[in-house]
């Protein structure tokens, strides 16, 4: 029989709405969801190939014990003695979870609950550090909380829109193809792309600002002092809802012009541009992705970019203010149910000893995690000196995926007790799991995720369970079951789970915290099935349709107003003699991740079959290779070969290699293998955009 559900995407935190169609003789088509609010029927080339994904090669149908197939209630035991034994000798602290972003928000909730408030450890870290722990760490210094005040309406409503550190064509396309039409229909709207690289949203910039890596601070910065010096500030906003702003005014008078221009190897004539632009512009929007976030000073960049529109009072309103756009298709949903190291459920704070008891009180818990838990790359560095005696790894590959994966890869193997849950059976990360559990993939499994612009979707099903593949949070209930917590996981459902999600989030809350989806508790299972795409804040009474948060203060500082932080640019030049070249990770348009699941479409493989690294022309030359020639990557980290790509796109001293390629696909190309583990101090972002690298015809 035909069947047709309204789902989401699963891949970038676009989040946009699709309608897949499951026909009679097994094919899966997708189209776009013309009443989801996010994409209004639009897709991408990855979305609209998302039926072409759903095959079961290559899948994990069975639990597994040391390569052996095992019966779910055996591997369940395994993991569940595993963990005690490892906590009762060591301490919780010598456990962890290491998650992703590909989770619904229910199997997140479940996971972040064991872990923090069972288990008693902090240690539940997930890939969306890689992603987006920059902007959560900045706006949590300057509003007190981990909020995007803005929507996607406003960066179609905006007269001018920044985009830094964003290739928004291949990266977030629909939000792309949503402002290309904004544009077309309003040519006056004014596009400035801030961006080492020449991208392809390049192509709509009517400025393009090729700063050298790492200068946003300095530019931003530059800015703040502009907007000082030609009288933009908002001075009745500034004095009524923020502090800080003339720590901010000092280290910002403390740069002169001159200075940026030299930091961010900028033309004066464009940095003037730019400036003005913003300084006589209302409304404008300034958008920031990866290359802001993946950065030793990602969080100062954030902040760098949020004192410029505090300063202006442009935040909050129609058509204004800061906007992170995030990677993946539930960070924003893991980031609400407290699902990094440092964070608590419902955006509460680890650190806040009311907010801990708050947490630990509502789940009736036995223990609370006191402190912060080991961010991704502390976390795998403790695997790799045994200080993690067990380790549970869902939903991502980070063999593939972490900086100086050689050494993650060398210390999962080196661990002495590896859960692995995920769909496919080959990847780089699942052949080392000593227990490995099959888990329900997109079209399969049911729950909740949040996107860039607060809005929770519902993911529903349309394909039977494959095998004895089972929901993420089943199989973490069942190991909290069998560790004595039956009664805290006695769940039956995901609707149930949300139900308790949306009930912490309102527990106590009154307005103090931003995250609160009050308005939801209680649903029964038809309505949470039936759960339209909404934007949060909804408590419980809620004008359901006031979705910005700040046009009128009210930021989450005891004080309720806002924060300038004074950031200071400093240098990022990490090139030497030995290692010459500045290296950039990122994606590409048709391929997601580590191309698990895109890299089953031949159709999204034939945008760009192979991994490749661009370089300028005349690098190429003083390395003597042609296009398309092999060429070396080399880091005191490690190697990858891949082929060059000879563009004037790319700046000089400069290579671009996307992150996707792994052994699978094409041999040692894992660039990941090559990319340092240095992190932001604060958010412990890895910095994955501004490496240095040798280079050569190999
Ligand atoms: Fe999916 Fe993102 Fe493309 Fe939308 S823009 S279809 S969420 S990959």
Redesign the pocket.
């Known amino acids: 029989m035909q069947k047709e559900v309204k789902t989401?995407?699963?891949?970038?935190?676009?989040?946009?709405g699709?309608i897949a169609k499951l026909a009679e003789d097994g094919k899966v088509s997708v189209k776009?969801d013309p009443d989801h609010p996010s994409?209004f029927g639009?897709?991408?080339?990855?979305?609209?190939a998302l039926g072409e994904t759903v095959d079961l090669d290559g899948r994990i149908l069975h639990p597994e014990i040391a390569g052996e197939r095992a019966e779910w209630g055996q591997a369940l035991d395994l993991v569940a003695q595993r963990f005690s034994d490892a906590i009762a000798e060591h301490g919780p602290d010598s456990v962890a979870f290491y998650v992703s972003g590909q989770l619904l928000t229910e199997d997140y909730y479940i996971a972040n609950k064991l872990m923090k408030g069972f288990i008693g450890s902090a240690n539940i870290d997930t890939n969306s550090r890689l992603c987006m722990s920059s902007s959560v760490a900045g706006h949590r210094r300057a509003f007190g909380s981990d909020t995007v005040p803005g929507t996607y309406e406003d960066i179609e409503l905006a007269d001018l829109v920044i985009l830094t550190g964003s290739n928004l064509a291949w990266c977030?396309?629909?939000?792309y193809q949503r402002l290309a039409v904004a544009k077309a229909a309003r040519p006056g709207m004014k596009v400035v792309v801030i961006d080492p690289r020449r991208t392809m949203t390049s192509d709509i910039a009517d400025l393009h600002l090729a700063i050298r890596p790492d200068s946003d601070v300095a530019l931003f910065v530059g800015l703040f002092e502009h907007l000082i010096a030609s009288n933009a500030i908002d001075q009745n906003y500034v004095a009524e809802h923020t502090n800080g702003f003339a720590e901010a005014f000092t280290a910002a008078t403390g740069v002169s012009f001159n200075e940026v221009l030299d930091m961010t190897g900028l033309p004066a004539m464009q940095l003037r541009e730019f400036y003005r632009l913003f300084a006589t512009t209302e409304k404008v929007v300034t958008c920031y992705s990866q290359g802001v976030n993946q950065s030793s000073s990602g969080t100062d960049k954030v902040n760098a970019i949020i004192n410029c529109h505090l300063a202006t009072g442009r935040i909050g309103r129609p058509g204004m203010g800061p906007f992170s756009l995030t990677g993946q298709?539930n960070a924003m949903g893991g980031r609400e149910v407290g699902g990094l190291a440092n964070m608590l459920a419902a955006h509460m704070a680890i650190e806040n000893a009311e907010d801990r008891d708050r947490v630990q009180r509502f789940w009736n818990a036995p223990a609370i995690a006191q402190k912060p838990g080991l961010k991704a790359v502390d976390m795998f560095r403790a695997v790799a000196d045994g200080r993690i005696k067990a380790l549970w790894i869902m939903a991502t590959n980070p063999v593939v995926s972490m900086p100086d994966a050689d050494a993650v890869e060398a210390a999962i193997k080196a661990c002495p007790f590896v859960v692995v849950s995920d769909v496919l059976k080959s990847t780089d990360t699942a052949r080392h799991a000593h227990v490995l559990l099959p888990s329900l993939g997109w079209g399969e499994k049911s729950g909740t995720v949040t996107?860039s612009e607060r809005r929770i979707s519902r993911q529903r099903p349309f394909l039977d369970a494959p095998g004895e593949a089972r929901a993420d949070w089943w199989q973490l209930a069942e190991v909290a079951r069998r560790m004595d917590f039956a009664q805290a996981f006695d769940f039956s459902s995901n609707a149930e789970i949300f139900d308790e999600h949306a009930a912490l989030s309102a527990f106590e809350n009154n307005g103090r915290r931003d995250f609160d989806i009050g308005a939801y508790v209680g649903l029964n299972h038809q309505s949470y099935d039936e759960l339209p795409p909404f934007q949060w804040p909804q408590p419980a009474g809620h004008n359901a349709t006031e979705t910005r948060f700040f046009a009128k203060g009210g930021f989450y500082h005891a004080d309720g107003k806002a924060r300038f932080i004074a950031v200071e640019p400093v240098a990022s030049d990490r090139t030497s003699a030995d290692y010459p070249f500045t290296l950039n990770t990122g994606r590409i348009r048709d391929q997601?991740h580590t191309m698990t699941r895109t890299g089953k479409s031949a159709r999204l493989s034939s945008h760009i079959a192979e991994p490749f690294a661009e370089l300028h022309p005349r690098d190429a030359i003083e390395i003597r290779v042609g296009n398309a020639g092999l060429v070396e990557i080399e880091s005191p980290h490690g190697k990858a070969v891949v082929r060059a790509l000879i563009t004037e796109r790319q700046a000089r001293g400069s290579i671009f290699v996307p992150m996707h390629w792994n052994d699978q696909f094409a041999a040692k190309a894992r660039i990941d293998a090559v990319v340092a583990p240095l992190t932001d101090a604060i958010s412990g972002q890895p910095a994955s955009k501004n490496g240095a690298v040798a280079a050569r015809r190999f």
Do not use: D, E, M
């Open positions: 989401t995407c699963p891949y970038c935190g676009v989040g946009c699709v776009g994409n639009r897709l991408c080339s990855k979305g609209s977030h396309p629909v939000i298709p996107n997601w």
